[in-house]
């Protein structure tokens, strides 16, 4: 991801270009920005207000109603927890519940140092490993909340003093 890199307005320029129709391809279009820039930013519903006279409010109305979408800026770290049917069975709500708790951050959100963000997905196509979390990509298996400490150690993460 090139985020830093990336000039949005010129991005969101690029991307409605490819559609005949942006209000019909608003979905395609709200995808193809957050896989360029990791999530829709406010400047990108601006960009896409802009070029499409789709007003920010709208498209934002819109890209909530999708849990695919994300509105902060994703972290260093991108931890995916599945809650697909075989690791919700085995306790994938729990795992997220103390994910949440132990990093601080709501599901879809980026802890404020920006090195963690937390997802919530649907399957992740191990079920037989449930409960699944990755990080970056590497999955984790039979996941529980200790082994998710040790987890997040791996990556740098240290719980701050005082929290339990
Ligand atoms: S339900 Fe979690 S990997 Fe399939």
Redesign the pocket.
Known sequence: MAAATVDTETLVKDVVARYADARAGLIPILQDIQAALGYISPQALRALERETGISANEAYGVATFYTQFRFTAPGKHRIQV?N????HVRAAARITEELCRYLGVAVGGTTPDGEFSLERVA?????A????LTVDGKVYAGVTPKKMQRILKEYGFERKAGKS
């Not at 399957?123 to 079920?127: A, H, K, M, P, R």
């Not at 490993?129 to 699944?132: A, E, I, K």
Request: aromatic share 0%; with cysteine; glycine share 14%.
């Open positions: 599945c697909g049917t075989a690791c399957c992740l196509g191990c079920c490993l449930s409960p699944v």
